[in-house]
């Protein structure tokens, strides 16, 4: 009997020299994105270091970028120069109070939109979507107007309630509910199980990557919102760290050090959370969906 060989497969012309070209591609994309965050991270860190030196030596000539000595005493004194334990927990109030309002309305909304079918679903969708081309600044009075009448203006319930429903989050979220199979839903109305308990035993424990995103991204956006308790909070012990740390400028506008401090101070808390939350978080925007 002949044993047959295969012929050496030659690749193409065209092709031959993109194996040799793949490590220099990786190798250029590496350092491409290296500079690219440590552009980012720029800002963060001039600020890191403005909060550690002295009034003086923020803007020398030539320009410092490492103080001559750290000024941890910075992170001591500002306590007592401003409240900042009654902002940074305003904050952390209504941000909670915001996210968790918005991740359950959020996502009990999305499951009707992607699994409950309705006469008129796809367009009420549609229509509620729309309104995130609509800025913020075309309904802005109506709204105060609306607190106003209520008697909710200079108390957290005008913020929380007006922040308590949010279109991106329907979408976010319908969008990683159409991802999961119809056949689970119906497995379970099949079962007797009400459209409350696939939305609490099925999609919940299936989505929780989304939810996370979600969450965080609400979190981050109601603690570094500026406009909302400046319109509506007009009391000092109601302030946010926002609003304290414009106060705090202006009164102490030639401390630069010390105003830095106050802006690493309000930077800290979504900073730890986003690394906590930043692998939920990534899950949740690249994956949609069951696996398998």
């Known amino acids: 009997m002949t044993l047959l060989r295969e012929a050496p497969v030659t690749a193409p012309p065209e092709t031959r020299g993109t194996a040799g070209r793949g490590p220099l591609r990786t190798a250029v994309a590496y350092v491409s994105l290296t500079a690219v965050a440590l552009l980012v991270l720029l800002p963060l860190g001039l600020m890191v270091s403005a909060s550690l030196k002295q009034d003086n030596q923020v803007f020398t000539i030539p320009f410092e970028w490492f103080p001559r000595e750290l000024r941890w005493s ?46 008129g679903r796809d367009a009420l969708f549609l229509a509620y979507i729309g309104t995130i081309a609509v800025p913020w600044q075309a309904y802005m009075v109506p709204q105060y107007i609306m607190m106003q ?6 108390t957290y319930w005008s ?5 308590a429903f949010g279109a991106f989050g329907v979408f976010l979220m319908r969008q990683y509910y159409m991802s999961i199979p119809d056949e689970l839903c119906e497995a379970a109305r099949i079962d007797g199980l009400s459209e409350y308990g696939i939305y609490r035993r099925i999609m919940l424990p299936l989505s929780k990557p989304a939810l996370a995103s979600l969450a965080l991204l ?7 919102d500026y406009m909302g308790p400046f319109i509506y909070l007009t009391s000092n012990e109601l302030w946010t760290v926002q609003l304290g740390l414009r106060s705090f400028v202006g009164q102490y506008e030639a401390e630069y050090a010390m105003i830095m401090t106050g802006a690493v ?12 939350g930043q692998r939920y978080f990534i899950r949740g925007i690249a994956t949609s969906g069951l696996k398998g």
Do not use: C, H
């Open 74 to 119: 910075n992170f001591t004194e500002i306590w007592g120069r401003v409240p900042m334990v009654t902002y940074l927990g305003n904050s952390a109030l209504l941000s909670v109070a915001v996210t968790a309002l918005q991740v359950l309305t959020g996502s009990f909304a999305a499951y009707g939109f992607a699994k409950v079918r309705f006469p």
């Open 149 to 154: 009448r209520a008697e909710l203006t200079d």
């Open 159 to 163: 913020i929380i309630l007006l922040q």
């Open 218 to 224: 609400t979190f981050v956006g109601t603690w570094n």
């Open 265 to 276: 101070l309000s930077v800290l808390p979504v900073l730890v959370i986003f690394l906590f």
